[in-house]
């Protein structure tokens, strides 16, 4: 059975070129980018290309890309960070929507006597402005806020809140995990300060990440040890992580056009077709201001685990909530922040896709679904018996 991979948003396929990239540093070219030999020397050299690669999608310099090990590692330096070289602020402002890498840090931090605030957001998951204006106070160490939801794809307006941080003299952080590569990011026009990204959501490995830091911010390392990365993480480097992660940067600065349209008009033709095939169902999410590779849709009485089930059965991936918190019975935390009734809620399912998806593999999807919402509807006694109710009027 033919694999119709639609959850892009928990992980993504390593891109062919990106693997070609990385075989010769497993193989052959296993030096120490530290060494003083030639053969060490040469790694050095393709790790600066990839770091040149890394900051051209992200209209950065170079020496304020550090590598690191994933999203959640380059989440935790630049909010732990923040908090270090502000020693004498106490506070620090998040979202209710962000990833556990955010959200359970910032409620560690809470525990240890930290005021953590966490946004609220509205019925299209917009994080409500005027209530981020006035939560801002002298206190505040740094605020942390995704630049897009992995649940529902709703970009947030984190240039706007950087210059409004930086005019009361406070860090600005964004989680761009899931923005990277899918919208065009460019550091020379704003005022952020930190932001996280992670390999393996744009089609490099598992395990490599990027926190960039503007030049002139000040930072304290998350991990402490040797000089590498200009003494701002520790560790010796994971060679082919960093130079795949590169050549991904590469490729998704020139596939931002066709992520933009294709990707989109392929999520647009999915999402279009469920609403006209298959009753009582809808978009969480703001449906202009999202992610072009995301929607994530509610079918009323019916539980979005039983529907992953069945779009398994056919080979389909997809997701419920978050990948990270899916196999936890705890309804998403994004949709109960956003006001989505329970009902709705347990009956979501994501859709993520990339530019490897095909028309092809979008209507077989379109085809299956409405026949899988029906068998499951048919099995919910609640649904039968609204139908029962109806039809007797
Ligand atoms: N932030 C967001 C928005 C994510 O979606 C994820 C992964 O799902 C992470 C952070 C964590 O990234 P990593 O898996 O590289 O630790």
Avoid at 170 to 181: L, N, P, R, W
Avoid at 302 to 307: D, H, L, Q, T
Avoid at 351 to 369: A, C, G, H, K, P
Wanted: proline share 5%; net charge negative; charged share 20%.
């Amino acid at each position: 059975m033919k694999t119709i991979y639609l959850d892009n948003n928990a992980t993504t396929m390593v891109a062919p070129e990106v693997l070609e990239e990385m075989l010769p540093y497993f193989r052959d070219l296993y030096g120490n980018p530290s060494s003083i030999h030639t053969f060490g020397g040469q790694v050095a050299k393709k790790i600066a290309e990839a770091r040149e690669k890394a900051a051209s999608l992200l209209g950065a310099e170079p020496d304020e890309i550090v590598f690191t090990s994933c999203g959640t590692e380059s989440d935790n330096a630049a909010i732990l960070s923040a908090l270090s070289v502000n020693p004498g602020k106490n506070h620090i402002v998040t979202s209710r929507v962000e990833h556990p890498a955010v959200k359970v840090l910032c409620e560690r931090l809470a525990a240890k006597g930290y005021r953590v605030t966490e946004l609220p957001v509205d019925s299209d998951g917009m994080i409500d402005m005027d209530a981020y204006r006035r939560f801002l106070t002298p206190d505040t160490a740094v605020v942390s806020i995704m630049w897009a939801n992995n649940e529902t794809g709703v970009i947030f307006p984190v240039e706007e809140m950087a210059s409004i941080a930086k005019e009361r003299g406070i860090m600005f952080h964004t989680d761009a995990v899931q923005a990277a590569g899918k919208i065009p990011i460019n550091m020379k026009n704003n005022e952020i300060d930190m932001l996280s990204i992670s390999g393996h959501k744009l089609h490099a490995q598992k395990g490599i990440g990027i926190l960039y830091i503007r030049k002139g911010t000040s930072f304290s390392p998350f991990l402490i040890g040797g000089h590498q990365e200009k003494g701002r993480r520790g560790g010796t480097e994971n060679v082919p992580g960093i130079i795949g992660l590169g050549k991904a940067c590469e490729l998704a600065y020139l596939n931002l056009e066709r992520e933009n349209n294709y990707v989109k008009s392929l999520r647009d033709r999915l999402e279009n077709a469920l609403l006209k095939k298959i009753p009582r169902c809808k978009v969480n999410g703001h449906r202009q201001n999202r992610l072009p590779n995301t929607t994530n849709m509610s079918f009323e009485s019916v539980e979005g685990e039983s529907i992953l089930l069945l779009l398994d059965q056919y080979g389909i991936c997809a997701s419920s909530g978050s990948a990270c918190t899916s196999g936890s019975i705890q309804p998403s935390h994004v949709l109960r922040a956003m006001g989505v009734p329970y009902t709705m809620i347990h009956g979501s399912v994501r859709f993520s896709l990339s530019i490897y998806n095909t028309e092809e593999e979008i209507d077989f999807v379109i085809d299956v679904m409405p026949k899988i919402i029906e068998r499951l509807r048919q099995m919910s006694p609640y649904w039968r018996h609204e139908q029962e109710a109806c039809s007797s009027v």
